[in-house]
């Protein structure tokens, strides 16, 4: 049973590394998709918000209880800081992940104004 709740916990993984993706390089993908701009756009707002708070992600949570549920020690703290600082260094400063969330949704916000600007512009010459 511990295997099943460890593929468990690496499908949260997977999934969660993908939301994060998502949230920097969406709106790469969301061109002439107004829906999936919309859905990136709440991303980029929640993305944001929950690395600048001190509420623990859903996703985070879930990747825990099923890493327990194997029989497993849990990581402490957050998701990115943990990998951040597993990965990249132990040292990592986890302000920059707050600041990083909010330059990164700054940037594509900024692409989806120009997107905006660009089309309504070519809508409605002057």
């Known amino acids: 049973m511990a295997t ?16 994060n993706l998502w ?3 969406g709106a790469l993908i969301t061109r002439d998709r107004p829906l999936l701009e919309r859905l990136h756009i709440l991303s980029l707002l929640y ?7 001190s509420w623990s992600c859903p996703l985070t949570v879930a990747e825990k209880w ?10 402490r703290g957050e998701f990115l800081v943990h990998y ?6 132990p040292n990592f400063p986890v302000r920059l992940l707050g600041l990083g969330a909010i330059g990164i949704c700054l940037i594509n916000l ?4 120009r997107r905006h600007m660009v089309l309504h512009r070519h809508a409605f010459p002057h």
């Open 66 to 75: 099923c890493l327990a549920m194997a029989g497993e020690t849990p990581y």
């Open 110 to 113: 900024a692409v989806y104004a």
């Open 84 to 89: 951040l600082q597993t990965l990249v260094s």
């Open 47 to 53: 993305g944001a918000v929950m690395e600048n708070v």
């Open 4 to 19: 099943l709740w460890v593929a468990a916990a690496t499908v949260i993984l997977v999934v969660h590394l993908l939301f």
């Open 23 to 25: 949230f920097v390089f």
